[in-house]
């Protein structure tokens, strides 16, 4: 099979919500299948994803959504608890 590259920057408000962000979805991250490598970075206010893939474009697919659909859960708490301290 091909190995497939995905990569995905993430700009944020700040460098504190990238890092909450990036905190909030490195467990999801492991253990990996074989044949998929996810590294995740903070650069400032931005998140870098990059996913290499050497299984098919249907679980490539599937991996970039549980890791969007982490990311927004993860946001949307965060702004919940944000509102909650005022």
């Known amino acids: ?18 890092k909450r962000t ?3 979805i490195a467990p999801d991250n492991d253990p990996l299948p074989s044949g998929l490598e996810i590294e995740c970075s903070v ?6 994803i990059v996913i290499r893939s050497e299984r098919s474009v249907d679980s490539l697919g599937a991996t970039l959504e549980d890791i969007m659909s ?5 946001m949307r708490t965060s702004k919940s608890a944000d509102n909650k301290e005022c």
């Open 1 to 18: 099979m091909n190995l497939v590259i995905a990569r995905i920057k993430l700009d944020f408000k700040s460098e504190v919500e990238a």
């Open 22 to 24: 990036f905190s909030a």
């Open 43 to 48: 650069s400032h206010h931005s998140m870098i």
């Open 70 to 74: 982490a990311i927004d859960l993860s």
